[in-house]
């Protein structure tokens, strides 16, 4: 009987056992994530680590992204608290202020590579499969437990396999596909389970399979994983990452999946996700026309420069409509950097974008383009809960750069496919 | 004892604002928000004891634990809920947190209906009507019946020394 990615690779981290789902096994993952919740977490076990130290300097990753830069002492004091912790336990892998977003950071800079396995405590972890990684979110306090131990249970997932088969059309990008999906299987379809996509998946970039991966969560998956090809060799080759660096690993071809479905990606529309949950899909058509008052490009989920490029072609000599505030979060100071050397921050800029620190700003709504009572956002990031931009009485709505990009010009919603032929 | 009543896919966000998670992480800062953009009530009358009762999906979204910390620090005996979402389902094992899937038990809930649990036997009475539970693998039980996870680690630290 074949074996799926998540049951091969927890065998692999479960010391070579075989596994099959339902199972408990203990694992230690190859690096553990934190954010500015690592000041949290380290509060938690003051006197355990004065007792103990850490388990392995190697094995934290920290990265300031979500109040960056600090909005108020408190937020200032807990990024101090974790600079303080960085330099009495030597921790290697500490990116502070305007790095960029934590999943993109892992990425980027090579800190999570194929068939390794990650743990982090943020639920969007799950981003890593783009590049085969098997990555998942935890809490804070188990955060700070394998701090200490370096160790966790984990239970083998069922899986789950999605085909995506033919091309999209003009307009429809990889953001549509993914929520294209969860508005079929909803947002507790994937519950508990590995979400492998299969198919036709070579002509998506890695920039795209993050997209899809970083919203696994979104309904419900454990992790999402895209299977290693030249398109994940290229990349990691072009950020100094040789193939002999990481063995990835494959699902079998008769692996047993819980469910499978089938896509085809000629038939995927443009949509958007309607307050104020993830699975709300519509057609853009049957929204067009709605007013908005800010859009938000960026974030962990399209906040790279392929995305930027999509949207400053559509807004290239154009402006923005006078009612909208575009905000631009790039999700991290090399893509801001491509995009300043491609032009495409002053494209963004001249239409009326402002330009926000790397970082995750708006999207949670702790910070930056908090939205008021009544005003509706139309943003590429990942969640549309009520009161997730700062404010109960505010409405998010999600969709593609593209779609974004070309409903801040309208400042209202509208179909991408009337600007991109 | 109260029961609390919710819906599906009660996520995080409902559970515990986002604007908050880096300014209130004490049981004590945490507490006036719990449920603030889903049931303002619920802060200033849960009482310890109290069950919440709920749909599918139960948890969904952020890993932030405010949800599970302030739930198990105002005293909630246990969430009833057809599902949970997985980052929520193990972080209340990780703060101790008695969670029950019993999809039986939330449909044949009414309003009125008295509700009492045998956690041990793994058994819910609602209305008079007896549903089972299946309990949690014993590494896990493990977990939660030494408190929660810090606990548990603790103890096993101690004895590794």
Redo the contacts between chains.
Sequence with gaps: MGLTFAEKILAKYAKGKKVESGQIVTVRPDHLLMHDNAAPIIKKIQTDLEDYGIINSELPVIVLDHVIPACDEKTATNHKVIREFVKKYKIKNFFDVGNGVCHQIMIEKGLVLPGQLLLGSDSHTCSYGAIGAFSSGIDRTEAAALLLTGETWLKVPQSIKINLKGTLQSGVYAKDIILRIIGDVSASGADYCSVEFHGDTKQFSVDERFTIANMGVEMGAKNAFFPVDDVTVQYLKSIGVSEFKYVPIYPDKDAIYAKEINYDLGTISPVVALPHSVDNVKDVTEVEGLEIQQCLIGTCTNGRVSDFRIAAKILKGKKIHPNVRLLILPSSKQVYLDALKEGIIDTLVEAGGVLLPPGCGPCLGAHQGVLAPGERCLSTSNRNFKGRMGCKDAEIYLASPATVAVSAIYGKITDPRKEVR | MKIWRYG??V????LF???Y???C?TPDEIKPHLL??LDPLFAKNVKEGDIIFAG??FG??????QP?VGLKAVGISAIVAE?????FY??SI??GLLLIECQEAVKAYRDGDVVSLDVENGKIIVGGKTYSFPKL?K??LAIRDAG???S???A??KNKK
């Design positions: 599906d896919n996520n995080t966000d409902m604002p986002g604007k998670t880096y300014t992480s603030e953009d599918k999906n969904c979204g952020s890993s932030r634990e599970t599902s949970f979402a997985r980052i193990r972080s990780n703060q693998p590494e896990i929660g996870l810090l548990y680690t603790r096993k630290l």
